[in-house]
């Protein structure tokens, strides 16, 4: 995996290389400003580092306190003596200081700067305080705008050891160095320098010379690193590869969407034109046969058959009419109006009944209707139900053989039966 660099200077790569071995490290970062950008550490605390960030500026102060939980934060600036210290405060630039020539230099070049009061402590006291007793601190890094040499005043050397020293020697807005002040310092209290990278120097205490060969050179391909900025470089590529996949994606859909909908448009027209196909045609030939129609019925011989149709019609309703007429179906008005009708004759003299009588017998269904009707109206009702005692002389030759027969029949099978 390609170890991420976040510092402006590639500091972090350089530290990585010399205290990679060490896992669970410890740092204090004096001006540590934005918790990513820029920042020395971040990679460090990635790699489950932790320490002290010390940050004067509440707003670079609040977003460590927010990205950094296991860091402890301080908003203090740090000098020679505790106290109070007027600070100039240039907003949003990692400028601040508590230098007021610095300052006066900042306002003159054209930044927006303000001064506050604001609380100062000393690096032996932050150590004391924060620090464990038997945590080590494997490098501190300065940078406080021209108050280095404050800073590494306030320190006891003598107890207050970190492993590796980072300090800017030069201002962020030139390349003057301005060591002369305070490296002397360092150098009585058993550091060595060991590395210069044009903004910071490099400091190594003579207890842990065996990290020093890895000042030998600056930061190269060997040390297989990669900057932030290419990293979210690529992961925007990435994004906007991905969004550009989505959007072919969907271009592509949209375009099968738009050849599926061209394709029912399509059937939809055909459809349409065979509709208007069929409805040409039907309306030929309605035009066709209502031509024809109007032919016939305007015909000479239409005209001198319509008495014809008319008799017609009336053979027609009245063949219906007779055919329920002769059905005599219960309730219907032939069967009332016979009812009454067989019950005159009842009435009437015997030889007229008896001739009556005879010529219905040569019809055995209208004769068993009659004979039904005649029993009915004798009794009082309406129905077939009183057929059953019409005598066997009242019915047709042909009926009485069949009668006789099956009553033979029906005697014989129960004979047998017994």
């Given at each position: 995996?390609?170890?991420?660099?976040?510092?402006?200077?590639?500091?972090?790569?350089?530290?990585?290389?010399?205290?990679?071995?060490?896992?669970?490290?410890?740092?204090?970062?004096?001006?540590?400003?934005?918790?990513?950008?820029?920042?020395?550490?971040?990679?460090?605390?990635?790699?489950?580092?932790?320490?002290?960030n010390?940050?004067?500026?509440?707003q670079?102060?609040?977003?460590?306190?927010?990205?950094?939980?296991?860091?402890t934060?301080?908003?203090?600036?740090?000098s020679?003596?505790?106290?109070?210290?007027?600070?100039?405060?240039?907003?949003?630039?990692g400028?601040?200081?508590?230098?007021?020539?610095?300052?006066?230099?900042?306002?003159?070049?054209?930044?927006?700067?303000?001064?506050?009061?604001?609380?100062?402590?000393?690096?032996?006291g932050?150590?004391?305080?924060?620090?464990?007793?038997d945590q080590?601190?494997?490098?501190?890094k300065?940078?406080?705008?021209?108050d280095e040499?404050?800073?590494?005043?306030?320190?006891?050397?003598?107890?207050?050891?970190?492993?590796?020293?980072?300090?800017?020697?030069?201002g962020?807005?030139n390349?003057?160095?301005?060591?002369?002040?305070?490296?002397?310092?360092?150098?009585?209290?058993?550091?060595?320098?060991?590395?210069?990278?044009?903004?910071?120097?490099?400091y190594?205490?003579?207890?842990?010379?065996?990290?020093?060969?890895?000042?030998?050179?600056?930061?190269?391909?060997?040390?297989?690193?990669?900057?932030?900025?290419?990293?979210r470089?690529?992961?925007?590529?990435?994004?906007?590869?991905?969004?550009?996949?989505e959007?072919?994606?969907?271009t592509?859909?949209?375009?099968?969407?738009?050849?599926?909908?061209?394709?029912?448009?399509?059937?939809?027209?055909r459809?349409?034109?065979?509709?208007?196909?069929?409805?040409?045609?039907?309306?030929?030939?309605a035009?066709?046969?209502?031509?024809?129609?109007?032919?016939?019925?305007?015909?000479?011989?239409?005209?001198?058959?319509?008495p014809?149709?008319?008799?017609?019609?009336?053979?027609?309703?009245?063949?219906?009419?007779?055919?329920?007429?002769?059905?005599?179906?219960?309730?219907?008005?032939?069967?009332?109006?016979?009812?009454?009708l067989?019950?005159?004759?009842?009435?009437?003299?015997?030889?007229?009944?008896?001739?009556?009588?005879?010529?219905?017998?040569?019809f055995?269904?209208?004769?068993?209707?009659?004979?039904?009707?005649?029993?009915?109206?004798?009794?009082?009702?309406d129905?077939?139900?009183?057929?059953?005692?019409?005598?066997?002389?009242?019915?047709?030759?042909?009926?009485?053989?069949?009668?006789?027969?099956?009553?033979?029949?029906?005697?014989?099978?129960?004979?047998?039966?017994?």
């Amino acid at each position: 995996m390609n170890f991420v660099s976040y510092a402006r200077n590639l500091e972090d790569v350089i530290l990585w290389r010399a205290l990679k071995q060490i896992h669970h490290g410890f740092y204090i970062d004096i001006g540590a400003a934005w918790p990513v950008a820029g920042s020395v550490t971040k990679a460090f605390y990635d790699r489950g580092w932790h320490g002290i960030n010390v940050e004067p500026v509440s707003q670079l102060n609040k977003l460590l306190v927010l990205e950094r939980p296991r860091d402890t934060t301080l908003r203090v600036a740090v000098s020679d003596q505790p106290g109070m210290l007027a600070m100039t405060f240039v907003p949003d630039t990692g400028l601040s200081t508590l230098n007021h020539d610095v300052g006066r230099e900042r306002q003159q070049a054209g930044y927006t700067a303000r001064t506050e009061d604001v609380a100062v402590a000393t690096l032996a006291g932050l150590w004391h305080d924060n620090v464990p007793a038997d945590q080590d601190v494997h490098f501190l890094k300065v940078g406080v705008e021209g108050d280095e040499a404050l800073v590494l005043r306030g320190n006891d050397w003598s107890r207050n050891r970190p492993w590796i020293i980072v300090v800017a020697s030069t201002g962020q807005t030139n390349q003057t160095e301005s060591c002369e002040s305070w490296e002397p310092l360092l150098l009585d209290a058993g550091y060595q320098r060991v590395y210069a990278d044009g903004v910071n120097r490099y400091y190594l205490a003579a207890e842990h010379q065996e990290l020093v060969g890895s000042f030998n050179y600056p930061p190269n391909v060997l040390d297989d690193y990669v900057i932030a900025a290419q990293v979210r470089a690529e992961e925007r590529a990435t994004r906007a590869e991905i969004r550009l996949a989505e959007s072919e994606r969907r271009t592509q859909e949209a375009a099968q969407r738009l050849q599926e909908a061209e394709r029912r448009t399509h059937e939809a027209e055909r459809w349409a034109r065979e509709a208007e196909l069929d409805a040409r045609k039907a309306r030929q030939e309605a035009h066709y046969w209502w031509t024809v129609y109007g032919g016939v019925i305007h015909s000479q011989s239409w005209r001198l058959t319509a008495p014809l149709r008319v008799l017609l019609r009336e053979a027609k309703a009245c063949a219906r009419f007779a055919r329920a007429f002769v059905r005599l179906a219960p309730g219907s008005l032939s069967r009332r109006m016979l009812g009454k009708l067989l019950r005159v004759m009842a009435h009437c003299p015997p030889r007229i009944r008896q001739t009556l009588l005879g010529l219905i017998r040569r019809f055995p269904v209208l004769s068993m209707k009659l004979q039904s009707l005649y029993l009915s109206a004798l009794h009082g009702h309406d129905g077939y139900e009183s057929i059953a005692r019409i005598g066997i002389e009242d019915l047709s030759p042909y009926a009485q053989r069949v009668y006789t027969q099956l009553t033979s029949d029906v005697e014989h099978k129960e004979r047998d039966a017994v």
